[in-house]
């Protein structure tokens, strides 16, 4: 108690030499905007990450059932009640995905066919993203396609007043030699009744259209990718999963969300560490001005230490004022930082006054997206903690020693 009223008496005391005060001023102004960046920059990190994962979550479903060994599975009657038992799981669907060549007019390009059923909808949000047109599978014994976003525009597909279907070209599976080229492929037509548009990775990749359809294309009557699983919002998904790979064994492989794209999760927190690692190293770089100011502090505070030791101070009291010293000038520095840090966060949530890009910019959102969490908050000041103490115990250790040389 008596070392940390000295170590505060001391952080706004006046000094003997006015540089003295620059320094520590300098070292909590470092330690404030340091603090500042952290938050903000994290807080984009959140906003930034909420945001991919919406748009994922939109296209992706809570759980995924595939085989555990190839591409596609003969579907079993059983399966889905299997599915439908486990508590929690709310709606099963059924997708088959291949491969295609698209032709609409003379414009061609390659994608991915995906087939779904009617309870598609229960279990995805594709849906609520059409942007043009109407989502349809089926219109009377026509089937019809929605088109992601990055397809369509290219390609020019009217989806609204066109009569000229979509023609879909798949290689048939077992055929390796023939006559004739067309013996080679399987090619059917469907007619464009939406174009969706999600994020640029499925706007650009998939047509989305009835699963019998798709199944007849490949020549695949009862077959499936996988099974597509919508969980009660109210249920942990992991313990939904392992009940799941439980009921169905060893010959399916059950996949929660963030599993279906690890590696797109994982170089998310990669960045989010690397760049905290940054503004860490940055921050120490900033930390010498407390190194420098204590250590010159020491000098000018030399009578001080010589009467405290008269008075009856240890070696330890003396280490001890000095350390709180440094780390209260940090802490009241990134204090004040992370505050501006959350005001300028509740700003660019409110305002958006930091803009994404330029005129015609393709982002989903034009401005920097932004999420408070109380973890940044303490990780911040955690690490303006450890790096405070770090920079003033050398300092203090001397200012120990100094006291000795007064016995």
């Not at 108690?1 to 070292?27: C, D, E, G, Q």
């Not at 598609?120 to 949000?125: A, D, I, L």
């Not at 890009?357 to 690490?383: C, K, N």
Request: with cysteine; hydrophobic share 45%; charged share 20%.
């Amino acid at each position: 108690m008596l070392a940390a009223r000295i170590a505060f008496r001391y952080l706004f005391s006046p000094k003997s030499t006015h540089v003295i005060n620059l320094i520590t001023w300098v070292s909590m102004l470092g330690m404030g905007f340091g603090a500042m960046a952290l938050v903000c920059v994290l807080s984009v990190f959140n906003g930034f990450e909420g945001l991919v994962l919406s748009l994922y979550n939109s296209f992706y479903p809570d759980i995924e059932v595939r085989a555990e060994a190839g591409k596609t599975f003969e579907e079993k009657p059983d399966v889905i009640k299997k599915i439908l038992s486990v508590s929690g799981v709310v709606a099963v669907s059924r997708t088959l995905e291949e491969n295609a060549y698209f032709e609409y007019g003379d414009e061609k390009k390659l994608g991915v066919i995906k087939g779904v059923d009617d309870n598609y909808t229960q279990v995805t949000r594709v849906h609520e993203f059409v942007r043009l047109g109407e989502y349809r599978l089926r219109r009377d014994s026509l089937f019809c396609a929605v088109i992601g976003a990055n397809i369509s525009f290219p390609m020019n597909i009217d989806v609204e007043e066109s009569f000229e279907p979509l023609r879909i070209t798949v290689p048939r599976k077992g055929v390796r030699n023939a006559l004739l080229p067309g013996e080679l492929f399987n090619t059917m037509f469907t007619i464009p009744a939406g174009v969706f548009s999600i994020q640029q990775e499925f706007d650009s990749k998939y047509v989305i259209t009835d699963l019998h359809f798709v199944q007849r294309l490949t020549e695949s009557e009862n077959t499936l990718s996988a099974y597509e699983v919508k969980v009660n919002q109210e249920e942990d998904i992991e313990q939904v999963k392992v009940s799941l790979q439980k009921s169905l064994g060893t010959d399916y492989r059950v996949l929660a969300r963030y599993e279906q794209k690890a590696e797109m999760y994982r170089i998310m927190k990669i960045e989010r560490w690397v760049t905290t690692a940054i503004l860490t190293f940055i921050l120490l770089i900033i930390s010498f001005n407390i190194i420098g100011s204590l250590t010159m502090l020491v000098i000018d505070k030399t009578k001080d230490i010589a009467i405290l030791k008269a008075m009856g101070g240890t070696q330890r009291l003396i280490k001890h004022i000095y350390l709180l010293n440094g780390l209260f000038a940090a802490m009241l520095g990134a204090g004040a930082g992370m505050f501006i840090g959350y005001i300028i966060c509740l700003l660019q949530m409110k305002f958006h006054f930091l803009k994404l890009g330029g005129a015609g910019s393709t982002f989903v959102i034009d401005y920097y997206p932004v999420e408070l969490h109380a973890r940044d908050f303490v990780l911040t000041l955690v690490i303006i903690v450890c790096i405070a103490l770090l920079a003033s115990y050398l300092p203090a250790r001397r200012a120990g020693e100094r006291e000795m040389q007064f016995k």
